[in-house]
């Protein structure tokens, strides 16, 4: 299962400025090399946050990656996340 | 022998370290100032049962922790606790905490987990994130006490079912009481109630501050009926009630701990202000009728 890649790309790019840098610049090289799945992999180049949460990504991760897509924390942030999910139900998230 | 003289459970919002700079200059929401009323009501219970060391169990929010390494229960005995993470002082303008850990406390706590069947990973080197600083800052704002950080993990499925929480927490409190000095221990933890921070839901605790969940969970609880907490503190039921829910597992650890007594203080806090947060508390006379 390549989820925990997925994970791992959620996490990095909230944690590491050098990953961050990389991703910003060129998401799809940033991304070479990692074991990701086809729809994982277009999901993040595409920051595509609803395609990742129904991907199966720890929702605090991709909320974390949502804050730093945009530079930081806001109420008008967490308004447009929620918007972008609306519908969605939870589903499994286990690595 | 050491004793466990109070047992406090609480939330850890980043928003209310907020309301409580806002309070002090009258512009707090109001939905916020029940919760700051409740830490401050149990910072002096805290203060009155003169604690000489705080054991802090919380979460880590995969701020370090990763699915890399994932410990259920992890004991902190590096020399000193410090944190938060840059991000989160950066979000909601923390303030810093760097405390000094009680080093022999903590190994005698991870040892006699060993004896008693909790096998508790262990760490040298760590940052507390912000659900060990801001409870710490609230209910002993002098700072003046060594810690004991315990890592609990609240998040990161597959999790042990609650059951092994109240274990782990009665594994805790037969360390503290087995402890050689004498030492008078506090123990603090801190979760959730129904939440759903990343999730879908996030907003929902804006509009219902009370879900059904929290109301049949807190029944429970004013029913001291430990039992039937533990029975509905499963990863599924929890998750089910929001993917942040599962924090409630935190207060299981505190039931454990309990020993079946009831709380001295327990306060559900609702509001439209900030996702639904429990504060419970336990006296000495309460612990100690709690081991009868």
Redesign the interface.
């Known amino acids: 299962m390549s989820r925990?890649a997925l994970?791992?790309v959620l996490?990095e790019y909230?944690?590491e400025p050098a990953f961050r840098a990389a991703f910003d610049a060129d998401a799809a090289a940033a991304l070479a090399g990692r074991e990701l799945s086809g729809a994982e992999r277009a999901a993040l180049v595409a920051r595509d946050q609803r395609a990742i949460?129904t991907l199966g990504a720890?929702?605090?991760?991709?909320?974390?990656f949502a804050?730093a897509l945009a530079g930081?924390?806001s109420f008008q942030l967490?308004?447009d996340?929620?918007a972008r999910?609306?519908?969605?139900?939870?589903g499994d998230?286990?690595? | 022998m050491g004793k466990l003289v109070s047992l406090i459970g609480v939330p850890h919002d980043p928003t209310l370290p907020i309301a409580a700079r806002l309070a002090a200059e009258g512009k707090a929401n109001p939905g916020a100032l029940p919760a700051l009323a409740n830490f401050e009501t149990l910072r002096k219970r805290l203060a009155e049962a003169r604690p000489d060391v705080i054991v802090m169990a919380g979460s880590d929010h995969l701020n370090q922790w990763f699915f890399n390494n994932m410990a259920p229960f992890m004991v902190g005995k590096a020399a000193r606790m410090q944190g938060p993470f840059p991000s989160e002082t950066k979000s909601w303008g923390l303030e810093p905490c760097d405390l000094p850990v009680d080093g022999a406390l903590a190994r005698h706590i991870l040892k006699s987990g060993y004896e008693q069947g909790v096998d508790f990973a262990f760490s040298d080197e760590f940052t507390a994130d912000h659900s060990f600083t801001i409870p710490l800052q609230f209910l002993r704002p002098e700072g003046d006490l060594p810690v004991v950080p315990v890592f609990v993990n609240l998040l990161a499925p597959p999790v042990p079912p609650g059951r092994r929480y109240a274990a782990v927490g009665a594994a805790i409190r037969a360390a503290i009481e087995s402890e050689p000095g004498g030492k008078r221990v506090a123990m603090v933890v801190t979760g959730h109630m129904s939440n759903s921070v990343g999730g879908p839901g996030m907003l929902r605790s804006m509009s219902e501050p009370e879900s059904d969940w929290d109301r049949a969970m807190w029944r429970r609880i004013r029913a001291n009926d430990v039992a039937a907490v533990l029975e509905h503190s499963t990863w599924d039921q929890l998750y089910a009630a929001g993917n942040g829910t599962p924090g409630f597992l935190a207060y299981c650890l505190a039931f454990g701990a309990a020993g079946g007594a009831a709380p001295s203080h327990a306060e559900l806090v609702a509001t439209t202000a900030q996702p639904a947060c429990a504060f419970l508390g336990w006296d000495e006379a309460r612990l100690d009728g709690g081991r009868a």
């Open positions: 925990y994970d791992k996490w909230a944690r949460f720890h929702p605090f991760l991709l909320y974390s804050i930081g924390w967490m308004h996340y929620v999910l609306e519908g969605l139900e939870l998230i286990e690595t």
